[in-house]
């Protein structure tokens, strides 16, 4: 009898993520922002002001990749960049508050249509879930 084996966790969650960000992207739309915008921005509001450089490696990007996002951002008052005043090289990035108030509106939406994802799920799941991604997503690994 052969062996049953389970999908590979990124098959699994691949699909997820890939209709999660489906969902994701009108109610962005509607906040004036992209994916890697909101990225951005949550980065931003989570820990206050980081260089560019920073910025980046927490958010897997390359730093030159993100600086037309950046200057979006920036053009539409979402964030502040401003020389570092001990190394003019490098940028300092700040949110503002209407980059905290569209990211956390947006979030909230987002949040909603989550809701009604995770309402698939019994409350026991629900929270195993939530607390596996939680720590799943958190973990030192690879």
């Not at 590979?8 to 915008?37: C, F, I, N, S, Y």
């Not at 003019?88 to 979030?107: M, N």
């Amino acid at each position: 009898m052969a062996e049953q084996r389970r999908p590979d966790l990124a098959a699994m969650l691949g699909g997820l993520m890939r209709r999660l960000m489906t969902a994701e992207t009108p109610v962005l739309a509607e906040h004036g922002l992209t994916m890697w915008g909101y990225v951005v921005l949550s980065a931003l509001d989570d820990r206050p002001v980081r260089t560019q450089a920073a910025l980046a490696k927490a958010i897997g990007a390359d730093k030159t990749r993100i600086i037309g996002t950046l200057d979006s951002l920036q053009d539409d008052g979402l964030i502040i960049r401003e020389p570092d005043p001990n190394d003019r090289r490098v940028r300092l990035l700040e949110i503002t508050d209407a980059g905290r108030a569209a990211r956390r509106s947006a979030q909230a939406r987002i949040q909603e249509q989550e809701e009604r994802l995770l309402g698939e799920l019994s409350a026991a799941d629900r929270k195993a879930f939530l607390k596996a991604a939680r720590v799943l997503s958190e973990a030192d690994w690879p």
